[in-house]
């Protein structure tokens, strides 16, 4: 599968974006799919990731309350929602794709994860 982020851009404190990753190929719906951010200097981390039909979602305790990760398998597209967003979470953030059975947790390493978009720049200004 191959992946494309797109979304991001330069936004005050306080503003939202909606981050989009589209993935190609007939079998999205057997992907769990997450996303991730990389800041600069420092590793990439696990931001939140969803079951392949949307029923399970997990988060990094950071943003909590602030993200909210949907899909629509219909669009081949995952989506990553970001309110309230904060300077700390600037960085490059990447979808990616995690071929799973139905019944797999939703990985929150980099290593769960099998294909990876290109990722997109996010910039929170204070």
């Known amino acids: 599968v191959q992946l494309q982020a797109s979304g991001g851009g330069v936004v005050q404190a306080g503003g939202s974006l909606r981050l989009s990753c589209a993935a190609s190929g007939r079998m999205f719906s057997r992907y769990n799919m997450g996303w991730f951010r990389q800041a600069p200097g420092k590793e990439r981390e696990f931001v939140a990731g969803?079951?392949?039909?949307?029923?399970?979602?997990t988060y990094a305790d950071s943003v909590k309350g602030r993200f909210t990760i949907s899909r629509d398998n219909a669009k081949n597209t995952v989506y990553l929602q970001m309110n309230s967003l904060k300077p700390e979470d600037t960085a490059v953030y990447y979808c990616a794709a995690d071929w799973a059975i139905s019944s797999a947790p939703v990985a929150t390493a980099t290593s769960g994860y099998d294909y990876w978009g290109q990722g997109t720049q996010v910039t929170v200004s204070s």
């Open positions: 969803i079951s392949r039909s949307g029923g399970r979602t």
